[in-house]
């Protein structure tokens, strides 16, 4: 056997040697004698010929399988990080929804940018989904995620810089649109890289899932044109209706579209042409492929699906409590970061109800209907709603009307307006809680005289009525705004700890209270409103006093979850931090109930809900000695509530009564009230219990720690009884009147001041109807007229003089006396010897004469 192959082998070198022999011994003449086309085709097409061919063919083969495996190999390490089988993770919705605690939908964010709205495969009409097949991938439901005759179409397009004309896949879109969308546009050379991994991508992300699946994601990423992706988004925007619920003719208008959203957006009037054009392509395709009948053919062309395109509308379109949300949004990018945020895709579920926003904004919108933003010189307001429990914000308004022309977006609820009046319940609620050894203690019958103190102030202090009451309980100047004691208060607290007011105001909610600009540097004024706030803090400083002093965060935010349902933010309640003792709050609580207290203020809207029990504050801020906001703080166990009004350009008002707000407080109480026990959570005229150990002098309430004797003093006051004030040297001993009252020493003025003065008199000020000057009345002139009767003649003095002043009597019995005319009287009666008369004028001088 060996020997018959050996003899083979030699036979065969033989005949090449002779063949070789015959040749040119030129290499490249015989390279050109081989070439000659009869030696060239006798030699492949015989047997020796067909065995190269065979062993270059199986050469080549390797090679090209050697070189695609180690180009997918190559490009296969740059995927591990894409990840495929998370594309699912990938395709979410960039829309972020807010609603309110009962998930009612407050508004759709669909940011600056592009936006899309993701639903499940069921949520996707069946006419979509086959337009979408049928346009851009017949083949699709019979490939693996790559057509060859297409991949090599658009390979040949993409390297000669011409069109792509559609090769790629559904699948291969789907992996371009998610992981490439930055790459896309590079079509030529640079491009085949990113083709590569197109085709490697679409393989795997086939095999991971089904059709449906597949289909469903390249729906939902896909561009509908503008800033749409997501078929949902292009059906809610064109047709106000869910993709789900599309026509057939609806359907094949948004399958044209993702070819060249730029040009087929419906909103491009210019590009209306090739729109329709392309729609009708998509239903020719659909009926050759058979998945719609010539009728419906024919009845889809026909339809003027233009017509039914719903005009364009701005991002803030249906949004409800805008203001709210928008500060929400804020809130969040600080909180999660804007990228986060500006990612969308979140459920924002917020602590805004929207039944106490709706009566807020009607209030609100009452108040602007009606004549006096014109009488009182005001164009906006703002209002915020505070559940006093958890210090949740249940309702905001941050102006007249979101579409209000020029500021009606602007958000006065967040703007850093001054407060006025208002701070003073915060100033005094530290002022009570004085328990330092050596310090006077205080309460709501202590007095802080009200007087000039302009060298303390450092400049001249007034009340707004431009008047000093003198010596007036804390009751009486908090409820009725008096400037010069609320500054005393401050002052007092600033003896004990420098900065401590300002910083209580802080830590009871009001975190930005004198912190802009040169309120920083702020002083005593910022015990009557000199400084800005924001309405939201102030607001939660009240509802500090209505948790009998406890702070708690405020909060607009429940629950955050992103499009995977990770939860990335939760609201949870707190025991809050103890600012201001219980009795303190108690006593502001007293002070702002009392009606009677108040009264010089008028009897307004906010003092009398029915069924609802609130303490309230007014509060004006002014320019120039002139009234330009408008500010009322209301709360009880339940709700805190603020309201401002004034102008965005800090203009005067042409009446600045500070209790103008109180119907939009009013309203909104008593509604959210209602709602509030509806769940109940509410009971009528719902009230706090006394803490116990307080103490009750009359009406006034003093915290436990206060002593009776402290800084108090019995004395005497001598009254004069016609004006009503402390009598002088001149006031006549019968005009005079001595009363007990309790003497204090004024802790900042350091002047005398009276307490349990009754009813009527005036303590601050001296006797200013009596002078040392004053006639006195005389008698004289007396006659008898028989037996039985004396006239006589009565000179009146400074003061007038009556009949029932001038009495007479003879021998201990008392006569009748009457005037006659002019100065003549007569006492008649049993005139027992001489007639004894003795005169009281009005003044209180007196004068005697007899007959």
Request: overall charge positive; proline content about 3%; glycine content about 10%.
């Amino acid at each position: 056997m060996s020997q018959k192959r050996k003899t083979k082998k030699d036979a065969e070198a033989r005949r090449r040697a002779e063949y070789l022999a015959t040749l040119p011994k030129h290499p490249v003449k015989r390279f050109f004698y081989r070439m000659h086309p009869k030696r060239f085709w006798a030699y492949w097409f015989s047997k020796r010929g067909m065995m190269m061919a065979l062993k270059v063919t199986g050469v080549a083969v390797l090679l090209v399988a050697l070189f695609v495996g180690g180009l997918f190999a190559y490009f296969r390490k740059d995927l591990d990080q894409i990840r495929p089988g998370e594309i699912d993770k990938r395709v979410q919705s960039t829309v972020t929804t807010y609603l309110d605690r009962n998930g009612q939908v407050l508004w759709e964010d669909k940011g600056d940018g592009n936006y899309k709205l993701v639903v499940k495969s069921e949520d996707l009409s069946d006419n979509l989904k086959k337009a979408t097949v049928a346009i851009e991938d017949r083949d699709f439901f019979k490939h693996s995620g790559v057509s060859v005759t297409g991949t090599v179409r658009a390979a040949f397009n993409n390297f000669t810089g011409g069109e792509v004309q559609g090769g790629s896949t559904l699948t291969q879109q789907l992996v371009k649109q998610v992981f490439f969308s930055d790459e896309a546009d590079n079509r030529g050379l640079g491009g085949i890289p990113r083709k590569i991994k197109e085709l490697i991508l679409a393989i795997e992300i086939e095999r991971m899932y089904d059709k449906d699946q597949i289909l469903t994601l390249y729906l939902n990423e896909s561009p509908y044109g503008g800033r749409r992706n997501g078929a949902e988004s292009g059906a809610q925007t064109y047709f106000g209706k869910s993709a789900k619920d599309l026509t057939l003719a609806e359907a094949s208008l948004l399958a044209a579209v993702p070819q060249n959203p730029a040009v087929y957006d419906p909103y491009n009037v210019e590009g209306h042409t090739g729109l329709i054009n392309r729609q009708h392509l998509v239903l020719k395709a659909m009926k050759e492929i058979g998945y719609i009948t010539q009728a419906q053919y024919d009845e889809a062309i026909a339809v003027p699906i233009l017509d039914s395109i719903k005009p364009q509308t701005s991002q803030y379109e249906n949004i409800k409590a805008p203001h709210f949300v928008q500060m929400v949004r804020s809130q969040l990018e600080t909180e999660l970061g804007k990228a986060t945020v500006g990612r969308g895709g979140l459920t924002v579920k917020t602590t805004l109800d929207i039944r106490i926003q709706e009566a807020a904004e009607k209030a609100m919108a009452d108040m602007f209907a009606s004549s006096t933003p014109a009488i009182a010189g005001f164009s906006n307001g703002a209002a915020t709603v505070e559940d006093t429990q958890t210090g949740q914000i249940v309702a905001l308004v941050g102006s007249r009307d979101f579409n209000y022309e020029g500021y009606g977006q602007d958000n006065a609820a967040t703007a850093y307006i001054q407060p006025g009046s208002t701070v003073k319940g915060l100033v005094y609620a530290e002022l009570f809680q004085q328990k330092k050894e050596g310090m006077q203690n205080y309460g709501s019958g202590s007095i802080l005289v009200d007087e000039p103190i302009d060298k303390i102030y450092g400049a001249q202090l007034q009340n707004a009525d431009r008047s000093y009451k003198g010596s007036v309980t804390i009751r009486t100047s908090l409820a009725t705004s008096r400037n010069v004691p609320a500054v005393k208060a401050m002052y007092i607290n600033e003896q004990d700890k420098e900065g401590s007011t300002i910083q209580e105001i802080r830590d009871m909610g009001a975190k930005s209270y004198c912190t802009v600009g040169a309120d920083k540097q702020a002083g005593l004024s910022a015990a009557i409103g000199g400084c800005g706030v924001k309405q939201v803090d102030l607001v939660n400083a009240y509802a500090s006093l209505a948790r009998m002093g406890v702070y708690k965060d405020q909060a607009s935010v429940l629950e955050v979850k992103n499009s995977s349902g990770e939860v990335l933010k939760k609201w949870s309640d707190s025991q809050g931090k103890r600012i201001i003792d219980q009795q303190s709050a108690y006593i502001i609580a007293d002070i702002l109930t009392d009606a009677s207290a108040s009264a010089s203020l008028g009897n307004y809207a906010a003092k009398n809900i029915p069924g609802v029990k609130t303490a309230t504050k007014t509060g004006t801020s002014d320019k120039g000695g002139n009234a330009k906001d408008l500010w009322m703080m209301s709360y009880n166990p339940v709700l805190t509530m603020g309201v401002w009004l004034g102008n965005p350009d800090t203009t005067i008002l042409k009446k600045g009564t500070s209790s103008i707000g109180s119907p939009i407080i009013a309203s909104t109480m008593k509604a959210a009230s209602d709602i509030y026990a509806s769940e109940g959570k509410y009971t009528a005229n719902q009230w706090y219990t006394q803490p116990a150990g307080m103490q009750r002098v009359g009406k006034e309430i003093y915290p436990s720690w206060w002593s009776k004797s402290q800084g108090q003093t019995n004395d005497k006051l001598t009254f004069d009884r016609v004006s009503m004030r402390k009598a002088t040297a001149c006031t006549p001993e019968g005009a005079k009147v001595t009363v007990d009252v309790l003497k204090t020493t004024d802790p900042v003025s350091k002047k005398d001041s009276y307490a349990n003065v009754p009813d009527g008199y005036n303590s601050n000020e001296e006797d200013n109807v009596h002078s040392c000057s004053d006639a006195k009345p005389t008698i004289g002139g007396f006659s008898s007229q028989g037996p039985n009767a004396v006239v006589f003649t009565v000179t009146q003095g400074t003061f007038s003089l009556d009949v029932s002043g001038i009495t007479a009597t003879s021998g201990g019995s008392s006569l009748t006396v009457t005037k006659i005319n002019g100065n003549q009287y007569r006492a008649s009666g049993a005139i027992n010897g001489s007639v004894n008369v003795n005169v009281v004028d009005s003044g209180y001088y007196t004068a005697s004469g007899s007959s």
